[in-house]
Structure formats: C-alpha cells, structure tokens
C-alpha cells in the first residue's frame, strides 16, 4: 500500500514468546494513531498524518492458529497484520523491505541472543526488542534499536518511530546505527583472526594440529552457524 510503513517480526509460535505483547501494543498504536490523525498537531506542518502499518509475522508454531483467531477479532482500520510462512530465500527479502523488525525472544538460559535480530540487522533493519539480561550485547537501546518490557513501552515505541511515514529522524538514527556495525569480515579480524595464528604456530612445515582442532574448530563452528544466518 502507498505511504504504509512495513513492521516484520519472526516468531515460533510457542509459550516462549509471548505474542500478546506485540498485539496489545498494536492495539494501543491504532488508538493513537487516530487520535493523531484527527488532531491539530498536523495542522500547518504538511504533514499526511501517521502512516498506515502493514505488520508481517513469519513463522510457525504450535500456537499460530490461536493467535491468527486474536488477529482476527481486532477491529483495526490503520493497522493490518499478515501471518506468514516463507522460504529460505522468500525470508530475507521481506525482511530487506522492512522499515522496523519486532523482537519478542526472550532466553531461556539468559545467555543466547536472538537470530532473528542478526537476520535483520544483516539487512540493515533497526530493531524493537524486548529486554532480557544479555540483550544489550546485540541491540543498544536508542542506538541501533530499542528495547521494551511492556507493550506499553513497545507501543509508545512504534508511535515514535513511525509517526512520520517512517522518514523521521527518530528511525533513521537507528537506521544509521545499523550501518555502523561491525560486519563480518570486521568482527572476523578483530575475534577470530588472532586465534587461528596462535594456532597456526608453525615450525619448519609441522602445524599444531591438536591445539588447531580443540581451540579453533569450535569456534570456526559457531562462526559458520552465524554466517549463514546473516546476510552481508
């Protein structure tokens, strides 16, 4: 649709994300977004008003059906939202078209961060992403995304963010903090690199092999699993 703002969110569909959250702030978002609409702060400032929001959720899961029921009872006129399942290759290109990702992963073990995140931060989509311990690791709040508890916060989030057609400064200064992250090769040299040449010890032709296969592999490993989960 002309002038929507595109919201791209993953989820399982399982009692581990509760998407609810995002719902209710969808919720709170439409009666704000009316409101503005219909108020006198556009007046004189040429403005369109807040934009229309088209939310795409990918995904699927044991609850999907019971959600899909929720969605289909809001009575939402400036929000629309699409549940979806994609192929590996339909995935990224969603998420390239995308204005802002929603995160709802929280962790289980309070150490893993959330895929989905590097996924959209690998096509330079800012993020919203609800907090659990570890999270400032991946995303800076006011600096590459932002982070909720509620989906008060959330909502209040969206409407900031997306108020201007999704060209205010407001997200594009988390738009630019997305471009200014390390990328692969950066966080290769400055991680990995060092690693694998203490490895590499070489004398004459004979290589530590044993050292090579306990210390790096494992970490070669995981740097794979990454790579092919980000999009550079």
Known sequence: EDGAVLIVSSTSWTPDEDFSILLDALVILEERAVRYNGSEELC?????????????????????????????????????????????????????????????????????????????????????????????????????????????????????????????????????GVKGMSRWKENWNENAKRVIEQACEVKGETLNIGFLLVAVFPLLLVLAVLCSRIIT
């Not at 939310?55 to 699409?82: D, F, N, R």
Request: with cysteine; glycine share 12%; proline share 4%.
């Open 44 to 176: 004189g400032e040429g403005r369109c008003g807040f934009p229309k929001v088209v939310v795409v959720v990918t995904g699927k899961g044991p609850q999907k059906k019971m959600y899909e029921e929720k969605i289909a009872s809001l009575k939402l006129t400036q929000i629309s939202i699409v549940t979806m399942w994609l192929t590996a290759a339909e995935y990224p290109l969603l998420i390239g078209c995308a204005d802002l990702g929603v995160c709802l992963h929280t962790s289980t073990s309070g150490i893993d961060l959330p895929m989905k995140v590097y996924d959209m931060f690998g096509c330079g989509v800012p993020v919203c992403a609800v907090h659990f311990d570890c999270l400032s690791e991946l995303v800076l709040d006011g600096t590459n995304g932002r982070v909720f508890r509620t989906h008060q916060e959330l909502a209040e989030q969206l409407f900031e963010l997306l108020k201007d057609g999704g060209d205010g400064k407001a997200l594009e200064k988390l738009r630019e």
